[in-house]
């Protein structure tokens, strides 16, 4: 089992996701806020902020190109969070993981359910920033609706990510690394809040290399009442990035925990 790169998958994973949301419901108010208030605030402080030096991108106002942005970082960082630091409190910590295995289970049913749990929470997180969005007369149509499973695959891709940092990891402070040389270069680097002709070619075609661009290149035009060029092509790279970190993340944490 532990030599094996395909995780052995199955609908038993729902019991893990479904133990996270009782959790979770006990707390929800101020992890809400804590996942909320933040990326609101930064639509606020940045799209009134800088909307007003930059102006329009072209017939776009800035504070609706900066909606779309933040809505699909947000979803980086709540999975990434709750990927990495929550996720590693239930398996080192709390011992959390030890006891679902004295249930019907095996390690890859709980990194599955863990995976699903903060994709769930980036969509919840996602969702409530739309909703602020739309408030704001941020949204064109009801075609900002298609997002949400677009940031549901992108929850589950930068979950699985994040779950390869923990599998890893031997304290709390490693995820630090994580989110320096990974989570905010793909911040920067992928059109959350400036258009990516902006930088040189070179660095454009580096940042295709990472998800979070595809995730916007595929949001954004939904958000402002146009549809998005390359779907397949955008959503391919992202799950690609999810199914390959799945695979890896069991493989790491079966080798940790159960050899």
Request: glycine content about 6%; charged content about 10%; aromatic content about 12%.
């Amino acid at each position: 089992m532990t030599t094996s790169l395909i995780p052995q998958l199955s609908l038993r994973f729902i019991p893990v996701w479904r133990r996270n949301l009782l959790v979770w419901r006990k707390i929800m108010v101020p992890s809400v806020l804590g996942n909320f208030g933040e990326p609101v605030l930064y639509l606020l402080a940045f799209g009134y902020g800088f909307g007003q030096l930059v102006g329009d991108l072209g017939d776009l106002p800035y504070m609706v190109f900066l909606a779309s942005g933040i809505i699909c970082s947000s979803a980086m960082y709540t999975a990434s969070f709750e990927g990495m630091y929550s996720a590693y409190t239930r398996m080192s910590e709390q011992k959390t993981w030890d006891g679902l295995l004295g249930a019907p289970l095996n390690l890859d049913d709980i990194v599955l359910g863990e995976i699903m749990w903060a994709a769930t929470k980036a969509l919840m997180s996602a969702t409530a920033i739309l909703v602020v969005a739309a408030l704001l007369g941020l949204v064109s149509d009801l075609r900002a609706l298609l997002a949400l499973p677009v940031i549901l695959l992108a929850g589950f891709a930068f979950a699985a990510c994040a779950m390869i940092v923990t599998a890893l990891s031997r304290s709390y402070d490693f995820f630090l690394y994580y989110f320096t040389l990974a989570i905010t270069p793909m911040l920067l680097l992928s059109g959350v809040f400036f258009p990516l002709d902006q930088l040189p070619d070179v660095i454009v075609m580096l940042a295709h290399l990472l998800p979070l661009v595809h995730v916007v290149e595929v949001v954004r035009p939904l958000m402002i009442g146009e549809w998005p060029v390359n779907v397949l092509l955008h959503l391919s790279v992202v799950a690609a990035y999810g199914l390959v970190a799945l695979s890896l993340s069991t493989w790491l944490l079966r080798r940790r925990l159960m050899c």
